[in-house]
């Protein structure tokens, strides 16, 4: 089983990014996805999820949008209006048959 996780990159404030996260090695439908960040110096942390309805921490809620594709085991990561806070690496998590899986991350710079 594996996550792999686009479209990271370097854009200024004020931006829009675009995160990909494809689970492969699972054909069943997985119920739970979501997102993670961690920034420098700081412990990971909760962002986005989506399973029966979707879920965002207090400080993207507004600016930030998840989605996925059930049949694809694939889920997305919409940032906009990003703030040079929200610099980290980005990870996909799911959990999967007692499993807590993730992806090996993508970088998001976000400059002042």
């Known amino acids: 089983v594996q996550l792999v996780e686009s479209g990271g990159g370097l854009v200024e404030a004020g931006g829009s990014l675009r995160l990909s996260c494809v689970v492969s090695g699972i054909i069943t439908r997985i119920e739970h996805m979501a997102w993670y960040r961690q920034a420098p110096g700081k412990q990971r942390e909760f962002v986005a999820a989506?399973?029966?309805?979707?879920s965002y921490a207090g400080s993207v809620k507004g600016r930030f949008s998840v989605s996925r594709d059930s049949a694809k085991n694939a889920v997305w990561l919409q940032m906009n209006s990003l703030k040079t806070e929200d610099t980290g690496v980005y990870y996909c998590?799911?959990?999967?048959?007692?499993?807590?899986?993730w992806g090996q991350g993508t970088q998001v710079t976000v400059s002042s």
């Open positions: 989506v399973d029966s309805g979707t």
């Open positions: 998590y799911t959990y999967y048959q007692g499993r807590n899986l």
